[in-house]
Protein backbone atom coordinates (compact mmCIF):
# COMPACT_ATOMS: atom_id res chain seq x y z
CA UNK A 1 0.00 0.00 0.00
CA UNK A 2 3.01 2.33 0.44
CA UNK A 3 4.21 1.57 -3.00
CA UNK A 4 7.35 0.22 -1.43
CA UNK A 5 8.23 -3.14 -3.72
CA UNK A 6 11.94 -3.05 -2.73
CA UNK A 7 11.28 -3.00 1.42
CA UNK A 8 8.48 -6.01 0.78
CA UNK A 9 10.56 -8.33 -1.30
CA UNK A 10 13.83 -8.12 0.78
CA UNK A 11 12.15 -7.12 4.12
CA UNK A 12 12.89 -11.04 5.92
CA UNK A 13 16.44 -10.74 4.61
CA UNK A 14 16.95 -7.25 6.20
CA UNK A 15 15.69 -8.65 9.58
CA UNK A 16 17.54 -11.75 9.55
CA UNK A 17 20.85 -9.63 8.98
CA UNK A 18 20.12 -6.44 11.18
CA UNK A 19 19.70 -9.66 14.36
CA UNK A 20 23.20 -11.37 13.00
CA UNK A 21 24.89 -7.83 12.48
CA UNK A 22 23.04 -6.45 16.05
CA UNK A 23 21.59 -3.34 13.58
CA UNK A 24 20.27 -0.40 15.73
CA UNK A 25 16.28 0.53 15.13
CA UNK A 26 17.90 3.42 13.38
CA UNK A 27 20.52 1.86 11.65
CA UNK A 28 18.10 -0.60 10.38
CA UNK A 29 15.49 2.24 9.23
CA UNK A 30 18.28 3.93 7.49
CA UNK A 31 19.77 1.39 5.34
CA UNK A 32 16.23 0.06 4.39
CA UNK A 33 14.94 3.38 3.20
CA UNK A 34 18.58 4.27 1.56
CA UNK A 35 17.85 0.85 -0.44
CA UNK A 36 14.41 1.75 -1.58
CA UNK A 37 15.39 5.37 -2.75
CA UNK A 38 18.31 4.10 -4.60
CA UNK A 39 16.14 1.41 -6.41
CA UNK A 40 13.66 3.80 -7.02
CA UNK A 41 15.72 6.67 -8.40
CA UNK A 42 17.92 3.80 -10.63
CA UNK A 43 13.99 3.42 -12.59
CA UNK A 44 13.32 7.47 -12.54
CA UNK A 45 17.21 8.02 -14.14
CA UNK A 46 16.76 5.17 -16.65
CA UNK A 47 12.71 6.14 -17.83
CA UNK A 48 14.31 9.89 -17.94
CA UNK A 49 17.15 8.79 -20.26
CA UNK A 50 14.48 6.70 -22.75
CA UNK A 51 12.39 9.98 -22.37
CA UNK A 52 15.09 12.17 -23.63
CA UNK A 53 15.37 10.47 -27.28
CA UNK A 54 19.51 10.59 -26.63
CA UNK A 55 21.12 8.95 -29.82
CA UNK A 56 22.82 6.87 -27.59
CA UNK A 57 23.84 7.06 -24.02
CA UNK A 58 27.17 8.12 -23.15
CA UNK A 59 29.15 9.48 -19.77
CA UNK A 60 32.08 11.47 -18.38
CA UNK A 61 33.50 8.28 -17.91
CA UNK A 62 34.26 6.98 -21.14
CA UNK A 63 35.44 10.04 -22.77
CA UNK A 64 38.95 10.18 -24.02
CA UNK A 65 40.12 14.05 -22.35
CA UNK A 66 43.71 12.73 -23.64
CA UNK A 67 42.47 12.59 -27.11
CA UNK A 68 41.15 16.46 -27.14
CA UNK A 69 44.08 18.56 -25.04
CA UNK A 70 42.55 21.65 -25.86
CA UNK A 71 39.40 20.27 -23.35
CA UNK A 72 40.09 21.21 -19.36
CA UNK A 73 38.47 17.89 -17.64
CA UNK A 74 38.36 20.01 -14.42
CA UNK A 75 35.70 22.35 -16.45
CA UNK A 76 33.64 19.33 -17.70
CA UNK A 77 33.04 17.76 -14.38
CA UNK A 78 32.39 21.06 -13.19
CA UNK A 79 29.68 21.44 -15.51
CA UNK A 80 28.72 17.88 -14.61
CA UNK A 81 27.72 18.95 -11.15
CA UNK A 82 24.56 20.67 -13.59
CA UNK A 83 24.60 23.75 -11.01
CA UNK A 84 24.07 25.57 -14.10
CA UNK A 85 20.74 23.67 -14.81
CA UNK A 86 19.71 25.08 -11.42
CA UNK A 87 20.15 28.58 -12.62
CA UNK A 88 18.87 28.39 -15.95
CA UNK A 89 22.05 28.41 -17.52
CA UNK A 90 23.43 27.34 -21.18
CA UNK A 91 25.92 25.37 -22.23
CA UNK A 92 27.76 25.63 -25.93
CA UNK A 93 30.25 23.25 -27.30
CA UNK A 94 31.73 24.41 -30.51
CA UNK A 95 34.07 22.51 -32.81
CA UNK A 96 34.63 20.69 -35.96
CA UNK A 97 32.98 17.15 -36.58
CA UNK A 98 33.93 14.39 -34.74
CA UNK A 99 35.69 16.24 -31.84
CA UNK A 100 33.22 15.03 -29.07
CA UNK A 101 31.00 17.50 -28.73
CA UNK A 102 27.40 15.43 -28.93
CA UNK A 103 29.37 12.44 -26.35
CA UNK A 104 30.18 15.29 -24.02
CA UNK A 105 26.24 16.76 -24.36
CA UNK A 106 24.71 13.35 -23.73
CA UNK A 107 27.02 12.70 -20.95
CA UNK A 108 25.78 16.24 -19.21
CA UNK A 109 22.40 15.61 -20.37
CA UNK A 110 22.89 11.83 -18.67
CA UNK A 111 24.09 13.49 -15.27
CA UNK A 112 21.07 15.91 -15.46
CA UNK A 113 18.81 13.53 -15.45
CA UNK A 114 20.31 11.75 -12.41
CA UNK A 115 19.79 14.93 -10.51
CA UNK A 116 16.10 15.10 -11.39
CA UNK A 117 16.40 17.23 -14.51
CA UNK A 118 13.84 16.14 -17.39
CA UNK A 119 16.00 16.38 -20.54
CA UNK A 120 15.23 16.74 -24.17
CA UNK A 121 17.80 15.62 -27.00
CA UNK A 122 16.64 16.58 -30.37
CA UNK A 123 19.23 16.91 -33.36
CA UNK A 124 18.73 21.20 -34.78
CA UNK A 125 17.64 19.61 -38.44
CA UNK A 126 14.70 17.61 -36.19
CA UNK A 127 14.08 20.38 -34.41
CA UNK A 128 13.55 22.90 -37.36
CA UNK A 129 11.55 20.45 -39.32
CA UNK A 130 9.24 19.91 -36.50
CA UNK A 131 8.87 23.34 -35.92
CA UNK A 132 7.98 24.33 -39.57
CA UNK A 133 5.35 21.17 -39.21
CA UNK A 134 3.67 22.84 -36.16
CA UNK A 135 3.63 25.97 -37.58
CA UNK A 136 1.80 24.66 -40.73
CA UNK A 137 -0.56 22.89 -38.50
CA UNK A 138 -1.52 25.55 -36.31
CA UNK A 139 0.09 24.29 -33.86
CA UNK A 140 3.40 25.71 -32.57
CA UNK A 141 2.16 27.42 -29.55
CA UNK A 142 1.36 23.86 -28.52
CA UNK A 143 5.07 22.82 -29.42
CA UNK A 144 7.08 25.85 -28.09
CA UNK A 145 4.85 25.14 -24.69
CA UNK A 146 6.07 21.62 -24.57
CA UNK A 147 9.98 22.10 -25.17
CA UNK A 148 9.70 25.08 -23.12
CA UNK A 149 8.36 22.68 -20.08
CA UNK A 150 11.45 20.57 -20.58
CA UNK A 151 14.40 21.96 -17.86
CA UNK A 152 16.89 20.98 -20.25
CA UNK A 153 17.30 21.06 -23.73
CA UNK A 154 20.24 19.26 -26.00
CA UNK A 155 19.96 21.06 -29.48
CA UNK A 156 22.73 19.09 -31.38
CA UNK A 157 24.66 19.81 -34.80
CA UNK A 158 23.62 23.60 -35.29
CA UNK A 159 24.76 24.64 -38.59
CA UNK A 160 25.11 21.52 -40.85
CA UNK A 161 22.37 22.87 -42.86
CA UNK A 162 21.09 26.42 -43.38
CA UNK A 163 17.80 27.48 -41.86
CA UNK A 164 15.89 29.63 -43.81
CA UNK A 165 14.02 32.82 -42.72
CA UNK A 166 10.91 31.00 -41.60
CA UNK A 167 12.98 28.20 -39.65
CA UNK A 168 15.56 31.21 -37.77
CA UNK A 169 12.15 33.17 -36.90
CA UNK A 170 10.60 29.86 -35.10
CA UNK A 171 13.83 28.84 -33.52
CA UNK A 172 14.15 32.95 -32.06
CA UNK A 173 11.33 32.21 -30.87
CA UNK A 174 12.18 29.15 -29.36
CA UNK A 175 15.21 30.90 -27.46
CA UNK A 176 13.07 33.85 -26.65
CA UNK A 177 10.43 31.53 -24.85
CA UNK A 178 13.12 29.29 -22.67
CA UNK A 179 15.55 32.56 -21.84
CA UNK A 180 16.54 32.41 -18.40
CA UNK A 181 13.45 29.75 -17.65
CA UNK A 182 15.32 27.04 -18.84
CA UNK A 183 18.32 25.62 -19.87
CA UNK A 184 20.29 24.51 -22.80
CA UNK A 185 23.69 22.44 -24.50
CA UNK A 186 23.79 23.64 -27.80
CA UNK A 187 26.76 22.06 -30.32
CA UNK A 188 27.91 23.91 -33.44
CA UNK A 189 30.80 23.19 -35.83
CA UNK A 190 30.56 27.06 -36.69
CA UNK A 191 31.85 29.91 -34.73
CA UNK A 192 30.09 32.31 -33.47
CA UNK A 193 30.73 34.89 -36.08
CA UNK A 194 29.54 32.32 -39.15
CA UNK A 195 26.02 32.06 -37.22
CA UNK A 196 24.30 34.78 -39.47
CA UNK A 197 25.05 32.67 -42.52
CA UNK A 198 23.54 29.68 -40.59
CA UNK A 199 20.18 31.66 -40.18
CA UNK A 200 20.23 33.62 -43.31
CA UNK A 201 20.02 36.81 -41.40
CA UNK A 202 22.71 38.72 -38.95
CA UNK A 203 20.11 40.58 -37.56
CA UNK A 204 18.55 37.14 -36.39
CA UNK A 205 21.13 35.41 -35.65
CA UNK A 206 22.15 38.33 -33.20
CA UNK A 207 19.38 38.43 -31.52
CA UNK A 208 19.52 34.45 -30.71
CA UNK A 209 23.06 34.85 -29.63
CA UNK A 210 22.58 37.55 -27.11
CA UNK A 211 20.08 35.67 -25.46
CA UNK A 212 22.19 32.52 -25.60
CA UNK A 213 25.19 33.59 -24.37
CA UNK A 214 23.71 36.00 -21.57
CA UNK A 215 24.11 33.29 -19.03
CA UNK A 216 26.47 30.78 -20.95
CA UNK A 217 30.02 28.78 -20.95
CA UNK A 218 31.47 28.22 -24.32
CA UNK A 219 33.58 25.18 -24.39
CA UNK A 220 35.83 25.12 -27.98
CA UNK A 221 36.90 22.53 -28.57
CA UNK A 222 40.59 22.03 -31.32
CA UNK A 223 41.29 18.93 -31.19
CA UNK A 224 41.42 16.38 -34.19
CA UNK A 225 38.66 14.01 -34.91
CA UNK A 226 38.23 10.49 -33.53
CA UNK A 227 36.76 8.88 -36.53
CA UNK A 228 39.88 10.07 -38.31
CA UNK A 229 42.55 9.17 -35.72
CA UNK A 230 40.86 5.89 -35.34
CA UNK A 231 41.31 5.53 -39.28
CA UNK A 232 44.56 6.52 -39.13
CA UNK A 233 45.92 4.28 -36.70
CA UNK A 234 44.01 1.69 -38.92
CA UNK A 235 46.11 2.53 -41.49
CA UNK A 236 42.63 3.36 -43.71
CA UNK A 237 42.94 6.90 -43.93
CA UNK A 238 46.52 6.55 -46.07
CA UNK A 239 45.26 3.81 -48.14
CA UNK A 240 42.13 5.58 -49.15
CA UNK A 241 43.93 8.80 -49.94
CA UNK A 242 46.91 6.43 -52.15
CA UNK A 243 43.63 4.57 -53.94
CA UNK A 244 42.83 8.05 -54.53
CA UNK A 245 45.87 8.98 -56.60
CA UNK A 246 45.94 5.93 -58.37
CA UNK A 247 42.42 6.62 -60.22
CA UNK A 248 43.35 10.16 -60.44
CA UNK A 249 46.38 8.85 -62.31
Not at 218 to 225: D, H, L, P, Q
Request: positive net charge; contains cysteine.
Amino acid sequence: KLKLPILAERLEGWLETAAKQNWTPREFLERVVAEELSEKWGKRTEMGVRMARFPFVKTLEGFDFESQPSLDPKRIRELATCRWVANGDNVVFLGPPGVGKTHLSVALGVEAIRKGYRTLFVGAQSLMAGLGKAHQEGRLEEKLKALSQVKLLIIDEIGYIPIDRLGANLFFQLISRRYERGSMILTSNQTYGNWGDIFGDPVIASAILDRVLHHATTVNIKGESYRLKEKKKAGLLSRTREESTTEVA
